[in-house]
Antibody
Framework: EVQLVESGEGLVQPGSSMKLSCVAS????????MNWIRQAPKKGLEWIAL????????YYADSVKGRFTISRDNSKNTLYLEMNSLRSEDTAMYYC?????????????WGQGVMVTVSS | DIQMTQSPASLSASLGETVTIECRAS??????LAWYQQKPGKSPQLLIY???SLHTGVPSRFSGSGSGTQYSLKINSLQSEDVASYFC?????????FGSGTKLEIK
C-alpha cells in the first residue's frame, strides 16, 4: 500500500524558515518524481514544486521560486521542502504527492497534508 | 502559463442524477488532464487521468471526456458519497496548474 506521511507542521513568523518532510513507503521511491502541492484555507489547489526521480531536474511555481527548495534523499525514501522568507500568503495545507510516471505529472497518491501557518 | 477555467463553481443535484463538470484550458493540452475528488477534511484523490482513463478503484459511474482545450467529468447516478470538491489539473506543461474547483452538494 502506498503511503506518504508529511511532517513539520507549525506556526512561524513572517520572514522565517521552515522545513517539511514526506516519508514514502509502498513503492520504489527512487523511480518516481515527487511534488509539493498546497491549499490555502477554503481555497483551491496550487502545485508548487516537482523533483525528478534522480534529482536531475526541479521545477517551481513562480510564487515560491527563489524562496523554496525541493530535495529528496532516495536512501531514506524522503522528500523535503525547505521554505525561506515565509509570507502570510504561504499559509496553507501542504501535501506531498507522487507523480504517476516519468513525463506524466499527474498525482496518483497524496499524503494527508501538514498545516503551515505564517503569522506574527 | 496554461490557465484552467473550471465550471460551475458549485453544483447541487439530487441522488441518482447525472452531473457534468467542465474544464477549459487556455491552450491545447493534448489530453494531459486529470480530475481529482476532495472530500471535506481529506486529501485529494485521483479519479481520471489522460482525460478519459479511470484510476484504479474508482467507480465506473465516473467518466472523463474531451480533447484539445475542452474537457469534462461526468458522474452518473449521483451517490451521497460523491459530495466533495472536484478539481481538474493539466500536466501538459509547466507550471502544472489546477482549475479553481467545483463544490458538489446533494439537493
Amino acid at each position: 500500500e502506498v503511503q506518504l506521511v508529511e511532517s513539520g507542521e507549525g506556526l512561524v513568523q513572517p520572514g522565517s524558515s521552515m522545513k517539511l518532510s514526506c516519508v514514502a513507503s509502498g513503492f520504489t521511491f527512487s523511480n518516481y518524481g515527487m511534488n509539493w502541492i498546497r491549499q490555502a484555507p477554503k481555497k483551491g489547489l496550487e502545485w508548487i514544486a516537482l523533483i525528478y526521480y534522480d534529482s536531475s531536474s526541479k521545477y517551481y511555481a513562480d510564487s515560491v521560486k527563489g524562496r523554496f527548495t525541493i530535495s529528496r534523499d532516495n536512501s531514506k525514501n524522503t522528500l523535503y521542502l525547505e521554505m525561506n522568507s515565509l509570507r502570510s500568503e504561504d499559509t496553507a495545507m501542504y501535501y506531498c504527492a507522487k507523480s504517476a510516471y516519468y513525463g506524466y505529472n499527474y498525482f496518483d497518491y497524496w499524503g494527508q497534508g501538514v498545516m503551515v501557518t505564517v503569522s506574527s | 502559463d496554461i490557465q484552467m477555467t473550471q465550471s460551475p463553481a458549485s453544483l447541487s443535484a439530487s441522488l441518482g442524477e447525472t452531473v457534468t463538470i467542465e474544464c477549459r484550458a487556455s491552450e491545447d493540452i493534448y489530453n494531459g488532464l486529470a480530475w481529482y475528488q476532495q472530500k471535506p477534511g481529506k486529501s485529494p484523490q485521483l479519479l481520471i487521468y489522460n482525460a478519459n482513463s479511470l484510476h484504479t478503484g474508482v467507480p465506473s459511474r465516473f467518466s472523463g471526456s474531451g480533447s484539445g482545450t475542452q474537457y469534462s467529468l461526468k458522474i452518473n447516478s449521483l451517490q451521497s458519497e460523491d459530495v466533495a470538491s472536484y478539481f481538474c489539473q493539466q500536466y501538459y506543461n509547466y507550471p502544472l496548474t489546477f482549475g479553481s474547483g467545483t463544490k458538489l452538494e446533494i439537493k
